[in-house]
């Protein structure tokens, strides 16, 4: 990056720089911009330049689905909650009013 490219970001951002920094700030620009360029160069395991294989290719994805199936008697639960329940009214469990 050029001091002008700097000067042009440094605007944009409204940062107020002077020139000894704006050289530095060039030469990190230019060390981030050649480690880019060097991650973009590797290699992907098993793929070429600019090729990345899919999250889907990688591992096997598939829907796991069973059926829903009832394990206890109808008002089973039902019944030992309403048992232990301290205030029960028309087989509904009665509470304090809250609002």
Same mark, same amino acid.
């Given at each position: /990056?050029? &001091?002008?490219? @700097?000067?042009?970001? *440094?605007?944009? *951002?409204? @940062?107020? /720089?002077?020139?000894?920094? /704006?050289?530095?700030?060039?030469?990190?620009?230019?060390?981030? &911009?050649?480690?880019?360029?060097?991650?973009?160069? *590797? *290699?992907?395991?098993?793929?070429?330049?600019?090729?990345?294989?899919?999250?889907?290719?990688?591992?096997?994805?598939? =829907? @796991?689905?069973?059926?829903?199936?009832?394990? =206890?008697?109808?008002?089973?639960?039902?019944?030992? @909650?309403?048992? &232990?329940?301290?205030?029960?009214? =028309?087989?509904?469990?009665?509470?304090?009013?809250?609002?």
């Amino acid at each position: /990056m050029t &001091l002008e490219d @700097i000067k042009k970001l *440094a605007n944009l *951002a409204r @940062i107020d /720089m002077e020139e000894v920094e /704006m050289g530095e700030i060039a030469k990190d620009f230019d060390a981030i &911009l050649a480690y880019v360029g060097q991650v973009q160069e *590797a *290699a992907m395991e098993g793929g070429t330049r600019g090729e990345v294989s899919k999250v889907s290719e990688s591992y096997p994805l598939y =829907n @796991i689905m069973r059926e829903d199936v009832v394990t =206890n008697k109808e008002e089973e639960f039902t019944d030992k @909650i309403m048992k &232990l329940a301290p205030n029960t009214e =028309n087989g509904y469990l009665k509470v304090k009013q809250i609002l």
